[in-house]
């Protein structure tokens, strides 16, 4: 009997000193978890890792780069000291301490920060040119904001660009040239993500590294807050010039009227767009007739001696549309033809208005254009492949009117 109560006061002993130690360790854990947690969030944002990422990424030539998930983050002195306060990407008051900033190991820029530089250095941004002008023109103008807002020099590769626009305070290099700068180690790239959505981290650019953008940049954001001179840069040169007035004037004259015409440019893109099945595969829904009418219509009633000065690489198709339009509504309908596509876009820019079709050329002949824009918000298809890469109010202006 006293062997059993012995034993039975030995258990409880064991359990109150069991749950004396448990107390206090929870209550540790939980004084400790929002620490832990912002811990791992650190973590999980700053990645060093090698190779390419569908995330936005800044690369070191040579070294592994250093990932966020909101794009680059700058970086100014060593670790266990405030070193970078992230500007422009929408991160929640968690993702860093009371005072905003986050601590971060193996700085690629603590050595050249800490070296002196003189004050006549300027660090460069370039863009990696890829497909026609129209993509041409968005990552430019990228570059050309980029550069203004970081205080960099730009300097681009050969594009077709340099024959059409004035472009100028750009250096233009041959493609040995362009590269064999591009692949020194004193390069990051940072690349803009999905083709059609801004990236915010665009507006805080390394400052001990030059810069390539890689990457679509298809938003008025990342250039529209100095859209003047965007629109300077993108000033054709005379030749063209030349031959779009020829074009505009030729539209005037088919209204027959002593009062001045408003001339509405129209682009109409067919061809390539409607014979590879690329494009229907990934949401490039082409506007059909029913668009151009609501468009033209739009203008019709609302502007007098109205005439419709139409760009098209599927002229039979337009021309048996447009023409039926234009009968209806009982206004005039000029076509553009034997030009080159530059002189097109300078024409549809002279332009007092303008109705889009669909693609990066319609894009920016209707940016260039300084009346009322109308654009088809049938692309891209909702729930295509492109639809998941371009968001419409990053891709459209705000003040464009959307029909279909």
Request: proline share 5%; charged share 20%; hydrophobic share 40%.
């Amino acid at each position: 009997m006293r062997l059993s109560w012995c034993l039975t006061k030995l258990r409880l002993r064991r359990w109150h000193i069991f749950y004396t130690l448990l107390i206090p360790f929870m209550m540790l854990v939980y004084v400790l978890a929002p620490v832990n947690r912002r811990i791992e969030h650190q973590q999980d944002v700053i990645l060093k890792e090698n190779g390419e990422s569908s995330h936005s990424s800044i690369t070191t030539t040579g070294t592994p780069k250093i990932r966020t998930r909101m794009g680059w983050m700058v970086i100014n002195t060593v670790n266990k000291i405030p070193v970078v306060q992230y500007r422009g990407a929408e991160l929640t008051n968690k993702s860093f301490d009371e005072r905003g900033w986050l601590n971060v190991k193996n700085n690629p820029c603590v050595e050249e920060t800490n070296k002196p530089q003189p004050e006549s250095k300027c660090l460069q941004i370039t863009v990696e040119i890829q497909s026609r002008m129209g993509n041409h023109m968005f990552m430019v103008a990228a570059m050309i904001a980029a550069a203004n807002m970081s205080g960099r020099c730009s300097i681009i590769s050969p594009t077709p660009m340099l024959k059409v626009f004035n472009l100028q305070n750009i250096t233009a290099l041959n493609k040995g040239e362009w590269k064999k700068t591009t692949t020194k180690s004193n390069w990051l790239i940072f690349d803009s993500g999905k083709i059609a959505v801004y990236n915010p981290a665009v507006r805080v650019l390394p400052t001990c590294k030059n810069v390539i953008l890689r990457g679509f940049f298809q938003s008025w954001k990342y250039f529209h807050h100095m859209k003047p001179e965007i629109v300077k840069q993108f000033t054709f040169i005379p030749k063209v010039q030349e031959k779009a007035k020829i074009a505009l004037s030729n539209a005037v004259k088919a209204v027959k009227s002593e009062k001045p015409a408003t001339v509405v440019g129209i682009h109409v893109r067919r061809g390539d767009i409607i014979k590879d099945p690329f494009y229907k595969r990934h949401g490039f829904d082409v506007p059909d007739a029913r668009y151009f009418f609501k468009a033209m219509t739009y203008f019709q009633k609302k502007y007098s001696n109205v005439v419709f000065m139409v760009a098209t690489n599927g002229i039979e198709w337009s021309k048996a549309n447009l023409n039926v339009v234009a009968n209806i509504l009982g206004t005039n309908v000029v076509y553009l033809q034997g030009n080159s596509p530059e002189v097109d876009m300078a024409a549809l820019a002279m332009s007092d208005h303008m109705i889009m079709s669909l693609g990066t050329y319609s894009w920016w002949a209707a940016y260039l254009c300084k009346g009322e824009v109308i654009y088809f918000s049938g692309y891209p298809r909702d729930g295509s492949i492109m639809g998941g890469k371009l968001k419409k109010a990053d891709y459209y202006l705000p003040y464009w009117i959307g029909m279909k």
